[in-house]
């Protein structure tokens, strides 16, 4: 069973800004095309950066372009979210995944337990 371990969420009030970061087990994610992923209250999940192994790659969602950075450590096999400025409606559950590069098709089954974003008006 493979699954990544996303951590870096709290509470912060609009225009703050956060940093997450996702560790994987059972997988390497040096190898993988990575996403970032988030899941509002009632809303289905939606993909909001991802990346290609080289890290030269990305792309974003509409709503984060220019906010949020996606990045990689591939020796410390780390992946990161850095979301600034951040708005009321980035508020969700956020996890990462291995994609199929150049879609937001997960490669695996199992989903992480995600961390918590909250951002307050």
């Known amino acids: 069973q493979v699954h990544p371990v996303e951590s870096g969420g709290g509470s912060v009030q609009a225009g703050g800004s956060l940093t997450l970061s996702c560790a994987a087990s059972?997988?390497?994610?040096?190898?993988?095309?990575m996403g970032w992923f988030r899941q509002a209250p009632g809303k289905e999940r939606e993909g909001v950066a991802r990346?290609?192994?080289?890290?030269?790659?990305?792309h974003y969602s509409g709503s984060v372009q220019g906010r949020f950075t996606i990045s990689r450590d591939n020796a410390g096999n780390t992946l990161y979210l850095q979301m600034t400025s951040l708005k009321p409606e980035d508020t969700a559950m956020y996890y990462c995944?291995?994609?199929?590069?150049?879609?937001?098709?997960?490669?695996?089954?199992?989903w992480g337990q995600g961390t918590q974003v909250t951002v307050s008006s």
């Open positions: 990346v290609h192994v080289d890290a030269r790659n990305t």
């Open positions: 995944a291995a994609v199929y590069c150049d879609t937001w098709i997960p490669r695996y089954k199992y």
């Open positions: 059972g997988y390497i994610i040096s190898y993988q095309c």
